[in-house]
Each structure stands twice: as C-alpha cells, then as structure tokens.
C-alpha cells in the first residue's frame, strides 16, 4: 500500500514539468570531471575511515534525481552497480532520461532505472540499498520529516545517506526576494521568470539584495530553470543547526560528518587564540561557532548512516598506528584529475601537489594484486617512510585505505 502524497507534490511536479531542474546542458559521452560525494567508495572512506577490501557493487538510490545530473555522475562513478533513479516531474525525467542516453550511463552499470514516482511511495518491495542520494529534494516536501523517514527505512544496514538542505542564514537575501516577487504576485511561470529577472535590473545598484544577486548567484541562475528554482519556487523550508539535528534525529539515522567539511572548520575563520578557544569545543559546538560567525552558508551537506558509526580514531586515519595502517591495503581515489602526475586536482577540485617520492608508492599499489597490504608491496621504502606517507596521502584523500572491518557497524 503506497504511502499518502504530500500536499506539495502536484504544485511542486508541475513547476519541474515547466522548468526542469538543474538546467546543465547535456553533452555527448561522460560527464565532465567528477563530484566524489555521489563516487560511493569515497563517500563512504569519508564516512568510516576505510572500505573493505575486495570488489565493491552498490545498490544505490537517486531519490528526486530531476533532469539526471546526479544520476549521470553516480552510473560512471560507480562501475558493476544497479542504480535507480526517481522523480515525480515528468518533464525533468525527459531531460534525465535523454542525459543517460547522450552519455551512456547505462554502460558501466549492472542496471539503471529511471522512474515517475515519488520517494514516498518507496516500500518494502523495492528492498534496501547501500547509498541513498537525494540532493536538494526533502526541503521542496510540505512535510520533510517524512521524505527522511521514507528514505531512512529503505537503507540498508551500514548504508549511506547523502543529504542537502537549504541553511537559513545564506538565504535571507533570496528569501527577501521570494517574498517580494510573491507579493508582486508574479506567479511560478514565464510570467515570473520574467518580472523576476526584471527586478534585479529596476532595484537600484546599491540595494543590498540586487548586490547579493549579482555578486553570488548571477552565474548559477543564468539558466532559466536555476533562476526558478531559486527564487521562484512554490514550496520550501530551510534549516539551522539546531532544527536541522532535531530533523536527523527524527530518523532514527546517525550523523555520519558534513560532505563539506572545510565549511564548518573554525580555522577558515579565526587564528590564534580564539582559534585555540575554538577547537577546545567540542564538534557541535565548533560547528555553531561557524552558523553564527558565517551569515554566508547557505545549506547544509551532510551523510547519516543507519547503525553505529566507528569510534573517531577507527575513522581517521590520521590517528593510525603505523602498524595498523601497514595493516591496510590501500587503492588511488578515482576522484582525481590529472592522473599520473604530481600535479593534479584532488577531490574538491582543488589544486593538489604530490611529493616525487609518492609516485613509486602509488605506482606500487596500482601494481600490486587486490587485497595487498602496504607492508608488503614491493618498494624500496622503509617501514616507517611508507607509513608516513600513506597516513599524509590518506588525509589528502589521494589514497582510499581497506580494512577488513570497514565499514563496520551494528544495529542500535
């Protein structure tokens, strides 16, 4: 028995059947680069510290994948998985069902599916899956509380939720502006697009909410269908840190870490000793020291996971012995550009340079047979050198490490 539709999905469906959403343009072959939160290996290296070795195939789960942007990424990220994609707009799903297509993502897939439905209707018989993506969706619900719990009941024990939200602080100017075009009675339609963009171009220069537009989100709304989806959307709701745990702990999930993590790190704002005051607080804390000191945030990015995480040192391989790392196997993170080089973009596209002696390493590995520990390749390095350098290329998530109990967790 289907579940009963949310109030806002026929107004929500038929606004994506006007302007399908996200408006990239579609192209022949692979899409370009990479986003390592939808490569399910480094998504959940990020969440538990390590993967297990041996080959890995997910069932993944692209709930509210809109014109196939996310589920394009998720079929060539994630070779030898059955993917499935859902989304209640039709007209969105012309658009990510001709993206596939152009692309070929059903290629490196075992399966892809792409269907109308909404992730409310999700029920027992469509099983469980590892990695549940659903990126920009739950807060265009009347009710999201239920989209997560939804979601929630089909994740698989160990499984892996990537979420994104919308966070109130960033959006005080865009929500100044909904209010305004929604008192114009603009409507959600041509008509709106239009009066929409004009407003940027009547207020005067100096207003701070055409300045905000034109300095941060000019580029991102110059299609049509992101400039709708921004500002002229029928229904949303938006978070802080406070409303937005209590949502995560409506589900019965664990908080799994931010997929942005540098964002909530207090050493991209403060230095010396209020940055010693800082990282004395413990992670929730330092996390609301950043919503406070950055007004700019404009969502939230996050994983949960159903079951009991690792403790923070099995997580952080920093915090490896170098017996215990020695232990590992390890394998190159797909998520990088430029490849071999010492020069490359690691996974947050952000310019990475290598030391020469990791070459030989990383060659080593890739030399080496599946399940290899690192104490055992065939590399003129000493123990100690090897560990050193496993742990750093670890923390720049050059390296992927593989234990036998990743990804371990237990029912609560």
């Not at 799994?256 to 992670?283: C, K, T, Y």
């Amino acid at each position: 028995m289907s579940a009963a539709p949310d109030a806002a999905t026929p107004v929500v469906s038929a606004f994506y059947d006007r302007f399908p959403y996200p408006g990239d343009p579609l192209q022949d072959g692979p899409p370009p680069g990479y986003n390592w939160r939808w490569c399910v290996d480094s998504a959940r290296a990020a969440v538990f510290g390590s993967l297990p070795p041996g080959p890995r195939r997910y069932r993944i789960l692209d709930a509210g994948c809109g014109t196939g942007v996310s589920t394009d990424y998720l079929c060539h990220l994630n070779p030898g998985s059955r993917v499935r994609a859902l989304d209640i707009s039709a007209g969105a799903l012309e658009v990510a069902k001709e993206r596939t297509r152009r692309s070929r993502a059903a290629e490196p897939v075992e399966e892809l599916r792409i269907e109308q439905r909404s992730l409310l209707e999700l029920g027992e018989a469509d099983g469980q899956f590892d990695y549940i993506n659903s990126v920009g969706v739950l807060h265009h619900l009347d009710r999201p509380e239920r989209g997560l719990q939804a979601l929630a009941a089909r994740l698989a024990p160990g499984g892996v939720l990537h979420l994104f939200l919308y966070a109130d602080g960033g959006r005080w100017e865009i929500h100044r502006t909904q209010r305004a075009l929604g008192l114009l009675a603009v409507g959600t339609g041509a008509e709106g697009l239009r009066l929409g963009r004009r407003l940027f171009s009547d207020l005067p220069g100096e207003n701070r909410l055409r300045r905000h537009h034109e300095q941060r989100w000019a580029l991102d709304t110059a299609a049509d269908a992101n400039f709708a989806d921004m500002y002229l959307h029928p229904q949303e709701t938006s978070y802080d840190l406070e409303r937005l745990f209590a949502f995560v702990e409506s589900s019965g999930l664990r908080f799994g870490g931010f997929s942005n993590p540098e964002v909530w790190d207090p050493a991209r704002l403060l230095q010396g000793e209020l940055l010693e005051r800082a990282l004395a607080l413990p992670p929730r804390r330092q996390w609301e020291l950043v919503e406070a000191l950055d007004p700019d945030i404009s969502h939230f990015e996050f994983f949960l996971v159903r079951g009991e995480l690792p403790d923070d040192q099995s997580r952080d391989p920093a915090r490896w012995s170098d017996a215990a790392l020695l232990r590992a196997g390890a394998e190159r993170n797909r998520c990088l550009w430029g490849w071999p080089s010492t020069s490359l973009l690691g996974p947050d596209l952000q310019p990475l340079n290598l030391e020469e002696a990791d070459l030989p390493l990383l060659q080593a590995l890739e030399q080496a047979g599946p399940g290899t520990a690192l104490a055992g390749l065939e590399l003129a390095m000493e123990q100690q050198e090897r560990a050193a350098r496993v742990r750093r290329l670890a923390g720049q998530r050059v390296l992927l490490l593989l234990s036998a109990e990743a990804g371990f967790v237990r029912e609560p």
